[in-house]
């Protein structure tokens, strides 16, 4: 049997189309359910404020607690346009100051401080969800970029919560190979990442 060779260290993956791909997020009921009914987000969802999505669906998985944390019971696939991250990601700055990316740390916070998206690599998940060697991207969206996430760039919204339990219990019957089949296929993004995301790509882990 052949070993799946290792991801990059810094790769975008996610289940995406020619246009489109999905992200993942979870929130509390009054939010998540209206979210996925209606496909779109309700007026409750603040626009003013950072959100954060993920490709990943077992990074998301880590993050929620497979749907059992407070607050992050309903868990979402949220399907947006292609041409959305990739704004999103010419506008955005890296989450952490990296030596000979940005001049000084100074240049970074005012470019931090401006930027209506911001650039975080963290460990992907394994079906345990321990991490593992190679990255997953985080993407915080604020000001003009969550207004255009949440009214222009989705697409469709449903509601996985299902899937996520039907995961989580393949997981705690030791059935993996059924648990891995039920996962989203993600698979890297053909993008040319620009700056400073493509400079961070091989930043010391933070």
């Avoid at 999103?88 to 970074?108: C, F, I, K, N, T």
């Amino acid at each position: 049997m052949n070993t799946p060779p290792v991801p990059p260290r810094h790769q975008i993956r996610a289940l995406h189309t020619a246009t489109t791909l999905t992200v993942y997020q979870a929130y509390r009921p009054a939010i998540g359910l209206p979210a996925a009914r209606d496909g779109r987000f309700p007026a409750e969802w603040k626009r003013d404020r950072m959100t954060w999505i993920k490709p990943s669906f077992l990074w998301m998985m880590y993050r929620c607690g497979w749907g059992t944390k407070e607050g992050q019971e309903v868990v979402l696939a949220v399907e947006i346009e292609r041409a959305g991250l990739e704004w999103a990601l010419a506008h955005a700055e890296l989450s952490h100051y990296v030596r000979g990316v940005h001049p000084d740390q100074a240049s970074w916070q005012r470019s931090l401080r401006t930027a209506p998206a911001r650039v975080q690599w963290d460990p992907e998940r394994d079906l345990d969800l321990n991490p593992l060697p190679y990255r997953s991207l985080q993407l915080g969206l604020s000001g003009e970029a969550s207004r255009r996430y949440a009214d222009e760039w989705t697409v469709s919204v449903r509601d996985v919560t299902p899937l996520a339990r039907e995961v989580h219990a393949a997981v705690r019957a030791g059935e993996r190979e059924r648990a891995a089949a039920l996962l989203p296929e993600e698979t890297p993004l053909d993008l040319a990442a620009p700056r400073p995301v493509r400079d961070g790509f091989p930043a010391p882990a933070m």
